[in-house]
């Protein structure tokens, strides 16, 4: 079953206008799309997503609402330029819901679940050249715990990378499950009667494979550029360090430059862009909480352009 994050909040907080230009950075299984374009009669969405099984279903699914939309087979660090390539260099309005989406966790073949044995994959793109088979099996020690650790938070990193690349001496560590009996055998046995406990180094390998936290803080600053004025940024995250990096944008954009911090009268130029619509990060209600446990970790976060 597919559930979007937050979906009322989202929609509120973008503040659609009928005849608006709005972009879907990360379309998935189109939940947010849908409901943006029956908002949005008169203007246009454009919606990119890197994962074509995603692509394929939403644009089915869409083609029975509306014709006011455009999917884009990209990553939303492109958004800009793709965006200039159809001569459209503004926009009222984006919207980022990070991460995975339910069906690519679900779906068995894709290889980014612990609870189904199928190959070490993990890609978003399926052409993209990196999947968890090459980070397994060809990182360096020192690198892989260092993923698991920042990435996943695993406090047993060290013992699971050294674990991965004991096996890989024997035979390439090839499907998820073996994986999975690695991770195990690296933490004492208390800890692995943890509902998941390769759910860390699982998230992990993942946000490596899709260079999730690399390309986030590019991605968010050029899509602002393109913001008109009145134009808002929601941006839902699902991990604390991709929350730091929007926390962080956000707040470098949104507050006067330190250089001139002290000035009686702060020259127009040096002005925010910006403002925070809130100055905390929105968490999903006890309602949605209950009926998506998916969400829990989840955190939206909001931006207006002001001038
Ligand atoms: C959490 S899901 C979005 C769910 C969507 N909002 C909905 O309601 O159905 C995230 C989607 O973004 C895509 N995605 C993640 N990172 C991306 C990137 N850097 N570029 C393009 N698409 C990306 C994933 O393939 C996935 O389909």
Same mark, same amino acid.
């Given at each position: 079953?597919?559930? $979007?994050?937050?979906?009322?909040?989202?929609?509120?907080?973008?503040?659609?206008?009928?005849?608006?230009?709005?972009?879907?950075?990360?379309?998935?299984?189109?939940?947010?799309?849908?409901?943006?374009?029956?908002?949005?009669?008169?203007?246009?969405?454009?919606?990119?997503?890197?994962?074509?099984?995603?692509?394929?279903?939403?644009?089915?699914?869409?083609?029975?609402?509306?014709?006011?939309? *455009?999917?884009?087979?990209?990553?939303? #660090?492109?958004?800009? &330029?793709?965006?200039?390539?159809?001569?459209?260099?503004?926009?009222?309005?984006? #919207?980022?819901?990070?991460?995975? $989406?339910?069906?690519?966790?679900?779906?068995?073949?894709?290889?980014? $679940?612990?609870?189904?044995?199928?190959?070490?994959?993990?890609?978003?793109?399926?052409? /993209?050249? *990196?999947?968890?088979? &090459?980070?397994?099996?060809?990182?360096?020690? =020192?690198?892989? /715990?260092?993923?698991?650790?920042?990435?996943?938070?695993?406090?047993?990193?060290?013992?699971? /990378?050294? =674990?991965?690349?004991?096996?890989?001496?024997?035979?390439?560590?090839?499907?998820?499950?073996? *994986?999975?009996?690695?991770?195990?055998?690296?933490?004492?046995?208390?800890?692995?009667?943890?509902? =998941?406990?390769?759910?860390?180094?699982?998230?992990?390998?993942?946000?490596?494979? =899709?260079?999730?936290?690399?390309?986030? &803080?590019?991605?968010?600053?050029?899509?602002?550029?393109? *913001?008109?004025?009145?134009?808002?940024?929601?941006?839902?995250?699902?991990?604390?360090?991709?929350?730091?990096?929007?926390?962080?944008?956000?707040? &470098?954009?949104?507050?006067?430059?330190?250089?001139?911090?002290?000035?009686?009268?702060?020259?127009?130029?040096?002005?925010?862009?910006?403002?925070?619509?809130?100055?905390? /990060?929105?968490?999903?209600?006890?309602?949605?909480?209950?009926?998506?446990?998916?969400?829990? $970790?989840?955190?939206?976060?909001?931006?207006?352009?002001?001038?």
């Amino acid at each position: 079953m597919h559930y $979007s994050v937050m979906l009322k909040e989202v929609i509120e907080s973008l503040q659609l206008k009928d005849d608006g230009i709005y972009v879907d950075a990360t379309l998935g299984y189109a939940g947010h799309t849908r409901e943006i374009l029956k908002r949005v009669k008169r203007g246009f969405i454009f919606a990119f997503d890197q994962d074509m099984d995603a692509i394929l279903y939403s644009q089915e699914k869409l083609e029975q609402i509306a014709n006011n939309f *455009l999917i884009i087979k990209s990553n939303f #660090l492109y958004v800009k &330029e793709e965006l200039e390539k159809r001569n459209v260099f503004n926009i009222d309005g984006i #919207l980022f819901d990070l991460g995975v $989406s339910s069906p690519q966790l679900d779906n068995k073949d894709r290889g980014f $679940s612990y609870r189904f044995n199928s190959k070490l994959d993990m890609r978003m793109d399926k052409t /993209a050249f *990196l999947s968890a088979y &090459e980070v397994v099996n060809n990182y360096q020690e =020192n690198d892989l /715990a260092r993923i698991i650790f920042q990435y996943g938070e695993e406090k047993y990193a060290k013992n699971i /990378a050294k =674990n991965i690349v004991r096996e890989r001496t024997i035979k390439p560590i090839e499907t998820t499950f073996e *994986l999975v009996e690695i991770i195990k055998k690296s933490m004492p046995k208390k800890d692995t009667f943890d509902k =998941n406990p390769a759910r860390r180094t699982f998230q992990a390998i993942r946000i490596e494979v =899709n260079h999730e936290l690399d390309i986030l &803080e590019d991605s968010l600053k050029k899509a602002l550029s393109l *913001l008109n004025i009145g134009g808002r940024m929601v941006v839902i995250t699902f991990h604390s360090l991709e929350d730091r990096i929007v926390k962080n944008v956000f707040k &470098e954009v949104s507050e006067v430059d330190k250089l001139v911090k002290g000035l009686p009268e702060i020259p127009d130029a040096y002005l925010p862009k910006f403002k925070l619509v809130e100055k905390k /990060a929105i968490s999903p209600s006890d309602f949605e909480l209950l009926e998506n446990r998916r969400s829990r $970790s989840s955190h939206m976060r909001v931006i207006e352009r002001i001038r």
